[in-house]
């Protein structure tokens, strides 16, 4: 008689000592295969553990005889008794400590030999994987991910949810949200020569719900965005969009402070303390050097322009007399760590990102007083006294310093000081440290485009009394943005809206944005500013990064399903392809001829 494979009794991870003597039915794949002089053993595997089965050829010679077909990933249900292992159990395994001896089995799948094995420390590189990402996402570290995503998922839902957030869906075939990178088009069939964009985020879309009077709105929603793939980034990517009305950016802050608090819990048992902290732009800048600090290590960015300014060191004086500054970093004990050669390698890699160099020199003792050597000493030796005072510096330890305009300064340094964090080895593991940084500047001056860009984007309200600076000093502006970070990653982003329509306006204007040009894509908006806007504001958070984060995986394709590689390709179904000219035809689309010879090329 079949196996009832719809009338399993348990799943692979399921069986314990206490359950010796059952009789069960179960379904799953072949891990592994073993035959010991006679006797069949498999582990058998499903969606949450395994468990060894054992055919005996002398008790059940049927279903042994099938077993000894079997291979791994075969596909099997069997019927069997639960037994102790005896002296043969295995303590890695929950379920090490019994297994199911078998009396029918049977075959429901065969499988191919795999390309890779099916395993949690597999070696194949990762575009086999994604290739095979079926295959890949059988292997049990997989799972575990998968179920902790969705875990994460269903946490902030019921968080939001309990805080009275409705979540309401919001179109993929629209017209551009901006975020700062490119859209991705879809053409119209039916308007010909016209174009969808898919969203960069809901923005517009959470906003208008706030003046449609919905009050509290939460999205788990899929994001796209063409950029240029560098690192850890997707195409499309899912974010926690969310949006409040009658609110302070506090408001959103400490709703999101009990959100992560709850997610720290339940998924990790840590006890996060909110109010988390906040840090003002400006002092994460002074401090870190980044609008996304690390604070989990020293190693902060100290001003020493004032003991620099009268020495005779061209390097310096140029940039001090340019309007610019020194700063530096003191990394202490590191004198004797980090030899000559790692510190021309990072001088090197400071070059290879624009900076002139990296002027440093080491802190020694000689006759009971602190001198500088080797590197820069000699420029910086007149000084060494006040200087070493100023920053703390103690013989032994090596300081860093960068001449330059505050914003290359900050770039720098940040770059040193996150390699040298590394080098030295000093970021404590485990250690979570969230806070919120604030008061942005609402507009970056554009040198390249001579323009004035959004620091977050056009519908993030200024600061209350820095609106009358808009016209007159738009770099002085502070915004009402907030970002979330933790251990130097940007976790979350969002902002309190501009909710009056002359303020938008104002701030298109400073944007360089048209009224032609505002009309065309965010007439939508700005008519429904038009019918009693209330104060709103919201934010969004990465979902994969948290789940990567929470899962403790290093790539964000670690935690999506079917990723794309940084060439924005999907190595399993060939994402993007051609298609057929009858296709384009019908959307009034013909290839260029340059694009068509380059295709033809390929193919
Ligand atoms: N729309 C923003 C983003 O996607 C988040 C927000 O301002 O709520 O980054």
Same mark, same amino acid.
């Given at each position: 008689?079949?196996?009832?494979?719809?009338?399993?009794?348990?799943?692979?991870?399921?069986?314990?000592?206490?359950?010796a003597?059952?009789?069960?039915?179960?379904?799953?794949?072949?891990?592994?295969?073993?035959?010991?002089?006679?006797?069949?053993?498999?582990?058998?595997?499903?969606?949450?553990?395994?468990?060894?089965?054992?055919?005996?050829?002398?008790?059940?010679?049927?279903?042994?005889?099938?077993?000894?077909?079997?291979?791994?990933?075969?596909?099997?249900?069997i019927?069997?008794?639960?037994?102790?292992?005896?002296?043969?159990?295995?303590?890695?395994?929950?379920?090490?400590?019994?297994?199911?001896?078998?009396h029918?089995?049977?075959?429901?799948?065969?499988?191919?030999?795999?390309?890779?094995?099916?395993?949690d420390?597999?070696e194949?590189?990762?575009?086999?994987?994604?290739?095979?990402?079926?295959?890949?996402?059988r292997?049990?570290?997989?799972?575990?991910?998968?179920?902790?995503?969705?875990?994460?998922?269903?946490?902030?839902?019921?968080?939001?949810?309990?805080?009275?957030?409705?979540?309401?869906?919001?179109?993929?075939?629209?017209?551009?949200?901006?975020?700062?990178?490119?859209?991705?088009?879809?053409?119209?069939?039916?308007?010909?020569g016209?174009?969808?964009?898919l969203?960069?985020s809901?923005?517009?879309?959470?906003?208008?719900?706030?003046?449609?009077?919905?009050?509290?709105?939460?999205?788990?929603?899929?994001?796209?965005?063409?950029?240029?793939?560098?690192?850890?980034?997707? &195409?499309?990517?899912?974010?926690?969009?969310?949006?409040?009305?009658?609110?302070? #950016?506090?408001?959103?802050?400490?709703?999101v402070?009990?959100?992560?608090?709850?997610?720290f819990?339940?998924?990790?048992?840590?006890?996060?303390?909110?109010?988390?902290?906040?840090?003002?732009?400006?002092?994460?800048m002074?401090?870190?050097?980044?609008?996304?600090?690390?604070?989990?290590?020293?190693?902060?960015?100290?001003?020493?322009?004032?003991?620099?300014?009268?020495?005779?060191?061209?390097?310096?004086?140029?940039?001090?007399?340019?309007?610019?500054?020194?700063?530096?970093?003191?990394?202490?004990?590191?004198?004797?760590?980090?030899?000559?050669?790692?510190?021309?390698?990072?001088?090197?890699?400071? #070059?290879?990102?624009?900076?002139?160099?990296?002027?440093?020199?080491?802190?020694?003792?000689k006759?009971?007083?602190?001198?500088?050597?080797?590197?820069?000493?000699?420029?910086?030796?007149?000084?060494?006294?006040?200087?070493?005072?100023?920053?703390?510096?103690?013989?032994?330890?090596?300081?860093?310093?960068?001449?330059?305009?505050?914003d290359?300064?900050?770039?720098?340094l940040?770059?040193?000081?996150?390699?040298?964090?590394?080098?030295?080895?000093?970021?404590?593991?485990?250690r979570?440290?969230?806070?919120?940084?604030?008061?942005?500047?609402?507009?970056?001056?554009?040198?390249?485009?001579?323009?004035?860009?959004?620091?977050?984007?056009p519908?993030?309200? &200024?600061?209350?009394?820095?609106?009358?600076?808009?016209?007159?000093?738009?770099?002085?502006?502070?915004?009402?943005a907030?970002?979330?970070?933790?251990?130097?990653?940007?976790?979350?982003?969002?902002?309190?809206?501009?909710?009056?329509?002359?303020v938008?306006?104002s701030?298109?204007?400073?944007?360089?944005?048209?009224?032609?040009?505002?009309?065309?894509?965010?007439?939508?908006?700005?008519?429904?500013?038009?019918?009693?806007?209330?104060?709103?504001?919201?934010?969004?958070?990465?979902?994969?990064?948290?789940a990567?984060?929470?899962?403790?995986?290093?790539?964000?394709?670690?935690?999506?399903?079917?990723?794309?590689?940084?060439?924005?390709?999907?190595?399993?179904?060939?994402?993007?392809?051609?298609?057929?000219?009858?296709?384009?035809?019908?959307?009034?689309?013909?290839?260029?001829?340059?694009?068509?010879?380059? #295709?033809?090329?390929?193919?």
């Amino acid at each position: 008689m079949a196996v009832a494979y719809n009338k399993r009794t348990h799943r692979c991870g399921g069986l314990r000592i206490d359950d010796a003597g059952q009789a069960v039915t179960l379904v799953g794949w072949v891990n592994n295969y073993r035959d010991h002089g006679g006797m069949v053993f498999i582990d058998l595997r499903d969606s949450e553990g395994i468990t060894q089965l054992k055919f005996n050829p002398e008790t059940d010679p049927k279903a042994h005889e099938t077993a000894r077909g079997l291979r791994n990933e075969d596909v099997i249900a069997i019927n069997g008794n639960v037994a102790p292992r005896g002296d043969n159990v295995n303590p890695k395994l929950p379920t090490g400590e019994i297994e199911v001896e078998a009396h029918a089995v049977d075959v429901l799948a065969k499988s191919d030999p795999t390309p890779f094995e099916i395993e949690d420390d597999t070696e194949a590189n990762e575009e086999l994987r994604l290739r095979y990402r079926y295959l890949d996402l059988r292997r049990p570290s997989m799972q575990k991910t998968f179920r902790l995503r969705h875990q994460l998922g269903k946490i902030i839902r019921d968080y939001f949810d309990e805080n009275g957030f409705v979540e309401i869906e919001t179109p993929f075939l629209t017209k551009s949200t901006p975020e700062g990178a490119r859209d991705y088009l879809v053409p119209s069939r039916v308007q010909q020569g016209t174009f969808y964009a898919l969203p960069q985020s809901p923005q517009i879309f959470k906003q208008l719900f706030m003046v449609a009077g919905f009050d509290r709105y939460a999205q788990i929603v899929r994001c796209f965005r063409d950029e240029d793939l560098r690192g850890n980034r997707q &195409p499309e990517f899912t974010q926690l969009d969310m949006e409040m009305s009658f609110v302070k #950016r506090e408001d959103v802050m400490d709703m999101v402070d009990g959100c992560i608090q709850r997610l720290f819990k339940e998924i990790l048992d840590i006890d996060i303390t909110v109010p988390l902290k906040h840090m003002k732009y400006a002092e994460a800048m002074d401090r870190f050097g980044v609008d996304r600090p690390d604070t989990r290590f020293g190693l902060e960015l100290q001003d020493v322009t004032g003991q620099v300014r009268e020495i005779d060191f061209g390097v310096f004086k140029s940039a001090i007399d340019a309007g610019g500054m020194v700063r530096c970093i003191v990394a202490p004990g590191a004198a004797d760590k980090l030899t000559r050669k790692i510190t021309d390698g990072l001088t090197e890699e400071l #070059r290879g990102i624009g900076a002139g160099g990296l002027p440093l020199t080491k802190v020694i003792e000689k006759d009971g007083n602190l001198e500088f050597a080797t590197g820069v000493a000699k420029f910086v030796q007149p000084v060494c006294q006040s200087l070493c005072d100023a920053v703390g510096a103690k013989a032994g330890d090596s300081v860093f310093f960068m001449p330059g305009t505050y914003d290359d300064v900050c770039k720098y340094l940040h770059y040193v000081r996150t390699r040298l964090a590394e080098m030295l080895d000093v970021i404590p593991e485990h250690r979570w440290d969230l806070l919120w940084v604030i008061d942005f500047p609402l507009v970056a001056w554009n040198e390249e485009m001579k323009r004035w860009d959004s620091t977050h984007h056009p519908f993030t309200a &200024p600061v209350d009394e820095d609106i009358h600076l808009l016209k007159s000093d738009p770099g002085k502006v502070r915004d009402q943005a907030y970002d979330l970070v933790l251990n130097g990653e940007e976790m979350a982003g969002g902002s309190i809206r501009i909710h009056r329509r002359e303020v938008q306006q104002s701030v298109f204007e400073l944007l360089n944005i048209s009224e032609k040009e505002s009309n065309l894509k965010f007439s939508h908006l700005m008519e429904a500013l038009r019918f009693g806007a209330p104060p709103h504001g919201g934010i969004a958070f990465g979902f994969d990064r948290w789940a990567m984060l929470l899962a403790q995986k290093a790539s964000l394709r670690d935690v999506i399903a079917y990723p794309k590689t940084q060439r924005a390709v999907c190595p399993l179904t060939n994402a993007p392809g051609e298609v057929a000219t009858a296709q384009l035809e019908e959307l009034g689309i013909d290839l260029r001829p340059e694009v068509k010879a380059k #295709r033809e090329a390929a193919s």
